[in-house]
């Protein structure tokens, strides 16, 4: 076996393995994009159903406010109308007393009201504000997905067509090293590979071991660097 050939077909191995790595990454994005949008139209479709509940609330508990003081007002006016019938001083007094505790009361229901129908009239105004934001998140899922149903296509078509590539080209590579190479991108991800320079591996910088180093340079078996465990070479005049 001639390592130093293998180790070429493991740098165009590489290259297959970094383009399919960008092109996921690619796809992930465009979907992750369109999760997040998704994900913020369901917030706001939840606080427009909170808001819708709570007005609804609001507007019954008016009603029966609105209701109650009707009754009241008419319970009043029957008390207005006796009072000008009664003729004993002391229950002519102890009528006068409720009455006006009535309409004490009654200007108190109709503070209420008031307050009531300017809450709603907030929460309107807060609804009108998340079904505004609706539409434009609900506009910019349609703008991304349009886009994005295209790319997605192009990405997944180099994507199938390139692993095919890959996995033809991987079956002239020696099963070991190949093996190696798999599980090192397994862990590490890419580059599986990093050259080497003047003694440095280009992977993390660190210095290597002279003899190490020479043994990377004669390019004859797998070396690994001891710090970033990957699989390290010298680009000669060959590799080009």
């Known amino acids: 076996m001639d390592f130093k050939e293998e180790l070429q077909k493991l740098l165009k191995l590489q290259e297959y393995d ?20 998704e994900l913020l139209l369901k917030e706001k479709e939840a606080r427009r159903a909170e808001l819708l509940k709570v007005i609804e609330e609001k507007n019954d508990l008016q009603k029966q406010k609105e209701e109650e003081l009707r009754k009241e007002q008419e319970a009043v006016r029957k008390w207005e109308a006796r009072l000008k019938e009664i003729k004993r001083h002391r229950e002519y007094q102890a009528l006068h007393i409720e009455i006006q505790e009535a309409k004490r009361a009654n200007e108190k229901l109709q503070e209420e009201i008031i307050e009531l129908i300017g809450e709603i009239d907030g ?12 539409s434009e998140i609900e506009e910019k899922i349609a703008k991304t997905k349009n886009t994005a149903e295209g790319e997605l296509s192009r990405i997944m078509s180099r994507y199938t067509s390139l692993k095919k590539e890959r996995e033809e080209f991987a079956k002239t590579i020696d099963k070991i090293v190949f093996g190696k190479y798999q599980l090192i991108r397994t862990r590490k991800g890419t580059p599986c590979l990093v050259e080497t320079r003047d003694g440095v591996c280009l992977g993390c910088y660190i210095s290597l071991p002279p003899q190490l180093y020479n043994e990377v340079l004669k390019m004859k078996e797998i070396i690994i660097c001891p710090r970033c465990q990957r699989i390290l070479y010298h680009k000669d005049e060959e590799m080009e």
């Open 18 to 37: 970094i383009e399919l790595d960008e092109l996921t990454k690619r796809r992930v994005a465009l979907e992750e994009e369109l999760k997040r949008y």
């Open 123 to 134: 929460l309107k105004t807060q609804l009108s504000q998340v079904e505004k934001e609706i």
